[in-house]
Protein backbone atom coordinates (compact mmCIF):
# COMPACT_ATOMS: atom_id res chain seq x y z
CA UNK A 1 0.00 0.00 0.00
CA UNK A 2 2.65 2.49 0.49
CA UNK A 3 4.28 2.64 -2.23
CA UNK A 4 0.79 2.95 -4.30
CA UNK A 5 0.36 5.89 -2.44
CA UNK A 6 3.12 7.49 -4.26
CA UNK A 7 1.32 6.58 -7.60
CA UNK A 8 -2.58 8.23 -6.67
CA UNK A 9 -0.48 11.16 -4.61
CA UNK A 10 -1.93 10.41 -1.28
CA UNK A 11 -0.29 12.28 1.32
CA UNK A 12 -1.68 11.47 4.67
CA UNK A 13 0.70 12.19 7.31
CA UNK A 14 0.61 16.21 8.00
CA UNK A 15 2.68 18.39 10.28
CA UNK A 16 1.31 19.86 12.96
CA UNK A 17 3.50 22.56 13.21
CA UNK A 18 3.52 23.69 9.40
CA UNK A 19 0.63 21.48 7.90
CA UNK A 20 2.62 20.55 5.09
CA UNK A 21 2.11 16.93 4.02
CA UNK A 22 4.01 13.74 3.00
CA UNK A 23 3.27 10.36 1.52
CA UNK A 24 5.25 8.57 3.74
CA UNK A 25 5.83 8.71 7.70
CA UNK A 26 9.79 8.56 7.53
CA UNK A 27 9.61 11.86 5.65
CA UNK A 28 7.15 13.92 7.28
CA UNK A 29 9.90 12.60 10.95
CA UNK A 30 12.54 13.91 8.56
CA UNK A 31 10.96 17.04 8.00
CA UNK A 32 9.63 17.62 11.33
CA UNK A 33 13.53 17.73 12.64
CA UNK A 34 13.22 21.78 10.98
CA UNK A 35 11.17 22.50 13.71
CA UNK A 36 12.93 20.85 16.64
CA UNK A 37 15.98 21.50 15.57
CA UNK A 38 17.24 18.12 15.72
CA UNK A 39 20.43 17.88 13.51
CA UNK A 40 21.78 14.32 14.83
CA UNK A 41 24.54 14.04 11.99
CA UNK A 42 27.85 15.33 12.75
CA UNK A 43 30.81 16.38 10.68
CA UNK A 44 33.87 14.76 12.32
CA UNK A 45 35.93 17.89 10.87
CA UNK A 46 34.27 20.86 12.06
CA UNK A 47 31.04 19.78 14.15
CA UNK A 48 28.64 20.96 11.74
CA UNK A 49 25.10 18.77 12.60
CA UNK A 50 22.96 17.55 10.09
CA UNK A 51 19.40 16.50 9.61
CA UNK A 52 20.16 13.54 7.16
CA UNK A 53 23.71 11.10 6.71
CA UNK A 54 23.63 12.19 3.10
CA UNK A 55 24.36 15.80 3.82
CA UNK A 56 27.22 15.09 6.15
CA UNK A 57 28.52 13.11 3.48
CA UNK A 58 27.92 15.81 0.65
CA UNK A 59 29.06 18.64 3.74
CA UNK A 60 32.71 16.33 4.34
CA UNK A 61 33.82 16.76 1.12
CA UNK A 62 34.55 20.64 1.69
CA UNK A 63 37.32 19.39 4.20
CA UNK A 64 38.93 16.56 1.55
CA UNK A 65 38.61 18.96 -1.52
CA UNK A 66 37.33 16.52 -3.60
CA UNK A 67 35.20 17.45 -6.46
CA UNK A 68 34.30 14.38 -8.58
CA UNK A 69 31.79 16.16 -10.95
CA UNK A 70 33.85 17.80 -13.39
CA UNK A 71 32.65 20.71 -16.45
CA UNK A 72 33.61 19.52 -19.46
CA UNK A 73 33.06 23.59 -20.79
CA UNK A 74 35.70 24.86 -18.61
CA UNK A 75 38.06 24.00 -15.90
CA UNK A 76 35.52 23.69 -13.06
CA UNK A 77 34.83 21.32 -10.86
CA UNK A 78 31.81 20.26 -8.22
CA UNK A 79 30.89 18.69 -5.03
CA UNK A 80 27.48 17.38 -6.25
CA UNK A 81 26.25 16.42 -9.75
CA UNK A 82 23.33 18.48 -9.32
CA UNK A 83 26.10 21.49 -8.40
CA UNK A 84 27.51 20.38 -11.62
CA UNK A 85 24.25 20.73 -13.48
CA UNK A 86 23.26 24.28 -12.25
CA UNK A 87 26.80 24.96 -13.40
CA UNK A 88 26.49 24.18 -16.68
CA UNK A 89 23.35 26.15 -17.44
CA UNK A 90 26.36 29.09 -17.35
CA UNK A 91 27.20 28.33 -20.04
CA UNK A 92 23.80 27.06 -22.31
CA UNK A 93 22.60 30.12 -21.14
CA UNK A 94 19.83 28.82 -19.93
CA UNK A 95 18.25 31.00 -17.23
CA UNK A 96 14.54 29.68 -16.72
CA UNK A 97 13.48 30.84 -13.77
CA UNK A 98 12.02 34.51 -14.99
CA UNK A 99 10.94 37.27 -12.31
CA UNK A 100 7.29 37.92 -12.84
CA UNK A 101 7.56 42.04 -11.51
CA UNK A 102 10.57 43.12 -14.17
CA UNK A 103 12.94 41.25 -17.35
CA UNK A 104 15.45 39.29 -15.28
CA UNK A 105 16.09 35.74 -15.34
CA UNK A 106 17.86 33.26 -13.23
CA UNK A 107 20.07 29.91 -13.58
CA UNK A 108 18.10 28.88 -9.96
CA UNK A 109 15.12 28.79 -8.26
CA UNK A 110 17.16 30.17 -5.07
CA UNK A 111 18.70 33.09 -7.42
CA UNK A 112 15.61 34.13 -8.21
CA UNK A 113 13.70 34.24 -4.66
CA UNK A 114 16.80 36.22 -3.97
CA UNK A 115 16.14 38.75 -6.68
CA UNK A 116 12.81 39.16 -5.80
CA UNK A 117 13.44 40.62 -2.39
CA UNK A 118 14.55 43.71 -4.20
CA UNK A 119 11.20 44.35 -5.69
CA UNK A 120 9.33 43.75 -2.09
CA UNK A 121 12.07 45.85 -0.14
CA UNK A 122 12.59 43.02 2.13
CA UNK A 123 15.61 42.80 3.98
CA UNK A 124 16.14 40.06 6.28
CA UNK A 125 19.53 40.38 7.83
CA UNK A 126 20.36 43.25 9.88
CA UNK A 127 23.63 44.07 11.56
CA UNK A 128 23.89 44.30 14.97
CA UNK A 129 26.60 47.24 15.23
CA UNK A 130 24.74 49.35 13.30
CA UNK A 131 21.02 49.99 11.29
CA UNK A 132 21.66 48.58 8.38
CA UNK A 133 20.02 45.67 6.97
CA UNK A 134 20.92 43.27 3.77
CA UNK A 135 19.23 41.00 1.72
CA UNK A 136 21.53 38.99 1.90
CA UNK A 137 23.40 36.86 4.96
CA UNK A 138 26.37 36.99 2.62
CA UNK A 139 25.88 40.87 2.03
CA UNK A 140 25.29 40.81 5.71
CA UNK A 141 28.59 38.89 6.42
CA UNK A 142 30.61 41.18 4.44
CA UNK A 143 29.09 44.12 5.74
CA UNK A 144 30.35 43.21 9.08
CA UNK A 145 33.98 43.46 8.42
CA UNK A 146 33.65 47.08 8.27
CA UNK A 147 32.91 46.74 11.95
CA UNK A 148 35.59 44.05 12.45
CA UNK A 149 38.31 45.38 10.64
CA UNK A 150 38.64 42.06 9.00
CA UNK A 151 40.57 41.93 5.77
CA UNK A 152 41.06 38.30 4.45
CA UNK A 153 42.18 38.75 1.36
CA UNK A 154 45.60 39.31 1.10
CA UNK A 155 47.73 40.62 -1.84
CA UNK A 156 50.73 38.38 -2.68
CA UNK A 157 52.20 41.44 -4.50
CA UNK A 158 51.74 43.75 -1.97
CA UNK A 159 51.10 44.69 1.25
CA UNK A 160 47.31 45.46 0.68
CA UNK A 161 44.40 43.69 1.88
CA UNK A 162 41.00 43.69 1.10
CA UNK A 163 37.44 42.75 2.72
CA UNK A 164 36.27 41.26 -0.35
CA UNK A 165 37.71 38.46 -2.76
CA UNK A 166 36.09 40.40 -5.99
CA UNK A 167 37.96 43.65 -4.14
CA UNK A 168 41.31 41.56 -4.21
CA UNK A 169 40.77 40.69 -8.18
CA UNK A 170 39.82 44.00 -8.73
CA UNK A 171 42.97 45.08 -7.11
CA UNK A 172 45.62 42.69 -8.85
CA UNK A 173 44.88 44.10 -12.33
CA UNK A 174 46.86 47.33 -11.12
CA UNK A 175 49.81 44.57 -11.06
CA UNK A 176 49.26 42.42 -14.07
CA UNK A 177 48.65 46.10 -16.11
CA UNK A 178 45.31 45.21 -16.86
CA UNK A 179 42.86 47.86 -17.95
CA UNK A 180 40.06 48.80 -17.32
CA UNK A 181 40.94 48.54 -13.14
CA UNK A 182 39.11 49.72 -9.89
CA UNK A 183 41.42 52.05 -7.59
CA UNK A 184 39.61 52.75 -4.52
CA UNK A 185 37.10 51.44 -2.47
CA UNK A 186 34.18 53.09 -4.08
CA UNK A 187 34.83 51.09 -7.18
CA UNK A 188 35.33 53.94 -9.36
CA UNK A 189 36.64 52.33 -12.99
CA UNK A 190 39.59 54.23 -14.26
CA UNK A 191 40.01 53.53 -17.52
CA UNK A 192 44.00 54.41 -18.42
Known amino acids: MQHQSVHVEEKPH???????????????KLHQQIH???NPYKCTECNKAFTINRQVSRHQ?????????????????????????????????????KCTECVKAFITNEAL?????????????????????????????????IHTG???????????????NEALKQHQKVHTGEKPYTVNALNVTRHV
Open 14 to 28: KCTECNKVFGRKPML
Open 36 to 38: TGE
Open 61 to 97: KIHTGEKPYECTECDKAFITNGDLKRHQKVHTGEKPY
Open 150 to 164: EKPYQCTECDKAFIT
Open 113 to 145: KQHQKVHTGEKPYECSQCDKAFVTNGELKRHEK
